[in-house]
């Protein structure tokens, strides 16, 4: 059960103070001295090795394959097909919800994208497992891939996303363009992007009898445990899944795949625990992506450079068989005071792996290209491109009225231009070079990202020793969650952190909810709040209860919990420890249980966003058209901040992601067989230190009494979305030229040149 795995470092003994204190992360020393271990360090007596062969081509079907030699290679154990795959008790081309995806898991002989599973060799060691793989010679009947936008399949979707809505219309939006004065309309593309956490999909499968125990990085553990009990027939409870560490999920390991599926079907059949880690290349198909999209954006302003009409249409891309789309043209809908909004999406059929959530789905690339698109309707207005986000500046939700929960994003605007500069920049393309001829140029994007909440449960135990417990299946994929959330619950019980455990990334655990939409924080975080005052509140009534307690008959009111002691409210100097409270009421631990939601009534009430503005420098080679990001100043609201230290991070993730898209990041389809030709680290481009040599992150203050009684928002995704717009901007700043495709490239600006 839960290896101890979550010791308090001396930075934090050294702080010894709760919430709001940028305290180092938890699990950073076990990280930097290798004693994490993640699921594919996990060796399990008499366990077999599983390795998937996946197609090379995008679509057809698989005609033969050699299983004879395959299965008389030394060491392999079982090949398995669709000719012999056993049964599963959930038919995997139904979805199931939430985040139901049809599943890959050899139901028959079609290819339906490259690096589609079409066998799984199962073997006593990789390397026979890999060789075994290597020798099933598939041979294949082949139809033309449509990898295209020309020639997928369109079709108007019902949802996008996570079942948002495909289309939203406030206003009249032709009266918007009709009594416009000015309509600036761009068409963008971004295009298929890869999670690429370091950490691949990896799991170590252990069934003993109907019970099944996962090593797996998952960013989602309870669901997940239901979800596998529907896919294997047994209940939920009889699926224990251990994920203490993830080196990155980004959404794809919210999500199950066909891979971890098939080797824990492989456990069962072959009656010994199974081991399966993906390799890079094979990330690319089964386990999700990015999916491309292509967008157009109208903007209608009038006279005095006020919107009159806002039309986000996205065509995004998803699989031929199932339905995930990025909700791109939604980012259109939160920001900008317009009378008239449509944001409308189509899905485009190709043959490729299902796309999913991938850090700030829908708001990455519709930011992206709804950035640029103001940016465009400031220059056509002959505005400077804060002046003109200011006087479009939503006071409250376009389209609905509601209030904001909170928005500083005045301030952000503020604070982020004067720590860049802002003040100084030509209106005008072209006018800056720097002290070596290469053109500079300023650019900004605001960066919007919505506050979800998901129902999550938790538990804290207040123990003799003055100690604390804090018990949540959380999990925490680098962005820190043990940290915050032993912060969070620290603060609840009264207690310092170091004083207080925290158990997490355990799916036995109470229900810490999903790790992803930046909800994690708030939603297992309001769970422990909630538990620790359960706890306190059963203490405060032992000792107000208790004639021989200072603190007695005076009431609950009348009590404080601080650094391990009750105090009098009125006369501080009465106080007791928690573990003399426990002692003399002969009680070993006081446990406090709580559940937590959002309240229905606040969130339908308030528009909930954090939001952010970024300013971005770039260099542009005039002769070479190579563009470096030298400078990212990005000012950030999220209503309250558990740790400076660790939301900042979060930022320069962000920021670092959204220059990511800008510059670098992109899957290359040979179209002519639809295999992806940089599906490697090598070749998939992602920044390193040297592309980012400034990153400044500003966290504006912000004090939000609707969105959760925490006032916590989200600060995961935001980064990226203000980022891409901001150095497009900036780049076109530079050289005049606008770029219209993601990332962008030499030739996009050479052309025009
Ligand atoms: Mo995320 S795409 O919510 O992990």
């Not at 400044?696 to 912000?702: G, K, N, V």
Request: with cysteine.
């Amino acid at each position: 059960m839960p290896v101890e795995i979550f010791p308090s470092s001396p930075e934090h003994r050294r702080h010894g103070s709760n919430a709001g204190q940028p305290l180092t992360r938890r699990d950073g020393l076990l990280k930097v001295t290798g004693k994490a271990t993640y699921a594919a360090d996990n060796h399990r007596e008499g366990m077999l090795y599983a390795v998937a062969a996946v197609s090379s081509i995008a679509r057809g079907r698989v005609k033969s394959l050699d299983v004879q030699a395959a299965k008389s290679h030394p060491g392999v154990v079982e090949v398995i097909t669709p000719a012999n795959r056993p049964p599963l008790a959930h038919n995997p081309n139904q979805k199931m919800p939430p985040f139901g995806f049809r599943i890959e898991v050899l139901q028959d002989d079609t290819v339906r994208y490259a690096n589609q599973p079409i066998a799984m060799v199962v073997a006593e060691t990789l390397e026979a497992a890999t060789e075994g793989a290597a020798l099933l010679n598939p041979q294949y009947e082949t139809d033309t891939a449509r990898t295209r936008r020309e020639n997928g399949e369109r079709f108007k979707p019902e949802a996008v996303g996570v079942g948002g809505p495909s289309r939203v219309a406030h206003g009249d939006i032709e009266a918007g363009f009709a009594s416009a004065a000015r309509v600036t309309e761009a068409e963008f593309v971004t295009p298929a992007q890869y999670h690429n956490a370091m950490e691949p999909h990896a799991v170590v499968a252990e069934w003993d009898g109907d019970r099944l125990t996962l090593d797996m990085p998952n960013q989602a553990l309870v669901l997940s445990c239901a979800g596998y009990a529907t896919y294997f027939g047994i209940p939920p409870e009889n699926v224990l899944i251990r994920s203490p560490f993830i080196g990155g999920g980004f959404g794809s390991k919210a999500i199950l795949n066909g891979p971890q599926i098939l080797a824990i079907l492989a456990a069962r059949m072959l009656k010994r625990p199974v081991k399966l880690a993906l390799p890079r290349a094979q990330m690319y198909g089964p386990v999700g992506h990015r999916g491309a999209t292509w967008q157009k954006l109208r903007v209608g302003t009038d006279a005095g450079g006020r919107l009159t009409a806002l039309h986000h249409h996205t065509l995004s891309a998803t699989s031929s068989f199932d339905d995930f789309l990025e909700p791109a043209a939604n980012a259109s809908l939160p920001l900008y005071a317009s009378p008239a909004i449509l944001a409308e999406h189509e899905g485009l059929r190709l043959d490729t792996g299902t796309p999913g959530p991938m850090r700030a789905p829908g708001e990455a690339s519709g930011s992206a290209a709804l950035e640029v698109a103001i940016d465009e309707a400031a220059e056509a207005c002959g505005m400077d491109p804060l002046e003109f986000r200011l006087a479009n500046y939503a006071e409250t939700e376009p389209g609905t009225g509601r209030p904001f929960s909170s928005k500083a994003l005045r301030e952000c605007y503020a604070e982020g231009a004067k720590r860049f500069g802002w003040s100084g920049r030509p209106l005008a393309a072209r006018q800056m070079r720097d002290e070596n001829g290469c053109l500079v140029g300023w650019g900004m994007g605001t960066a919007v990202f919505h506050c979800p909440h998901f129902p999550a449960e938790a538990r804290a135990t207040l123990r003799a020793d003055g100690t604390g417990l804090l018990e949540t299946a959380g999990v925490d994929m680098g962005q820190g969650a043990w940290t915050a959330l032993a912060q969070i619950g620290a603060e609840a019980l009264g207690l310092d952190p170091e004083m207080v455990e925290l158990r997490s990334g355990v799916s036995s655990l109470p229900d810490g909810g999903i790790a992803g939409g930046s909800g994690h924080t708030a939603s297992a975080g309001l769970a422990l709040h909630n538990a620790g005052r359960n706890a306190i509140d059963q203490l405060v009534d032992l000792a107000t209860a208790d004639p021989e307690s200072p603190l007695f008959g005076a009431g609950n009111v009348g009590v404080v919990a601080r650094a391990g002691r009750l105090h009098r409210r009125d006369d501080e100097g009465r106080s007791e420890s928690y573990s003399d409270i426990l002692a003399r009421a002969r009680r070993t631990e006081l446990v406090g249980d709580a559940k937590a939601a959002r309240e229905p009534a606040a969130a339908e009430a308030h528009a909930m966003f954090s939001h952010g503005a970024v300013f971005a420098e770039v260099k542009v080679d005039p002769d070479l058209g190579q563009v470096r990001a030298t400078r990212l100043v990005g000012a950030f609201a999220a209503g309250r901040i558990i740790n400076p230290r660790l939301v900042r991070s979060q930022y320069y993730g962000g920021m670092i992601w959204g220059a990511s898209f800008a510059l670098l990041e992109e899957a290359v389809t040979d179209h002519r067989t639809g295999r992806i030709m940089n599906s490697d680290l090598a070749e998939y481009h992602v920044p390193v230190n040297a592309d980012l040599p400034s990153l400044d992150a500003i966290l504006i203050p912000e004090d939000d009494p609707y969105v959760n009684p925490l006032g916590v928002k989200g600060v995961g995704e935001i980064g990226i979305t203000g980022t891409v717009g901001a150095i497009a901007n900036a780049v076109w700043h530079a050289t005049g030229v606008r770029a219209r495709r993601f990332p962008i490239r030499i030739e996009d600006l050479l052309s025009d040149w």
